[in-house]
């Protein structure tokens, strides 16, 4: 396999890099590789390793002759239960700014994923 479909299949995978104060470094991760991660005070640093690794680990499971994981795979979709009043509270905020409260909610998530 050439380095460039390794790399190509390797970019397949979602990759995570946060700070963890427990730890006191940044902390990258590739969940549906491998697990572990890779660890350094420097977040670009950490990435770059972790695209590496990552790199790694599709080209030693290729020359084991062992399948790749599947990607994980996101429909867009989930069900959350919460408080009544909190879904009260949500939908008046939601049709305060002019949205549904599907957009309203999915923004507040976005914003809080990005941290």
Sequence with gaps: M??????????RYAKFV???DEDRCFIGRCPDLFDGGIHGDDEAT???EL??????????LHSD??????PKKYSGK???RVDPLVHRRLAAKAKLAGES???????????AALF
């Design 46 to 48: 950490v990435y770059a």
């Design 51 to 60: 695209c590496q690794a990552a790199e790694e680990w599709v080209e030693s």
């Design 101 to 111: 409260l599907n957009t309203f909610c999915s923004k507040l998530l976005d914003q």
């Design 2 to 11: 050439r380095h460039s479909e390794i790399k190509e299949r390797a970019g």
């Design 65 to 70: 002759k062992a399948d790749l994981p599947e």
């Design 18 to 20: 946060e700070w963890s």
């Design 78 to 80: 989930f069900v959350m």
